[in-house]
């Protein structure tokens, strides 16, 4: 059973950085991809940012392009993700998550990844 456990969440004021951190266990050759996704009551979980196991190949969403960098170290099992110039509309519940199966979802889609974090919360004020 794969295990992901996010920190580095808190309170920032608008302009200012983050990084979370998201370490992970039991992970196989199997893991596709890992990603970040952050969620506000009342919304849909929505991908953040995503990166292929291992291959260094990422994904964003459009809001968060040039600000937001993932990236993966120890072996892969410690994934990363830089918050920079954080806006209020960042403010959410962030959860990492993993793939370990084999689908036709798109990179940034909930339904892709089947194991997630418990998440960190993130909340910035303007």
């Known amino acids: 059973q794969v295990q992901l456990v996010e920190s580095g969440g808190g309170s920032v004021q608008s302009g200012g950085s983050l990084r979370l951190t998201c370490v992970a266990s039991?992970?196989?050759?199997?893991?596709?991809?890992m990603g970040w996704f952050r969620q506000v009551p009342g919304k849909a979980r929505e991908g953040v940012a995503t990166i292929k196991n291992g291959g260094g190949t990422t994904y964003y969403a459009d809001s968060v392009k040039g600000r937001f960098t993932i990236s993966q170290d120890g072996g892969n099992k410690t994934l990363f993700l830089q918050m920079n110039s954080l806006k209020p509309e960042d403010s959410g519940v962030y959860y990492c998550?993993?793939?370990?199966?084999?689908?036709?979802?798109?990179?940034?889609?909930?339904?892709?990844?089947?194991?997630w974090g418990q998440g960190t919360q993130v909340t910035v004020s303007s």
């Open positions: 998550a993993a793939q370990t199966r084999s689908t036709s979802w798109n990179v940034l889609s909930e339904p892709r990844y089947n194991y």
């Open positions: 039991r992970l196989t050759s199997y893991t596709y991809f």
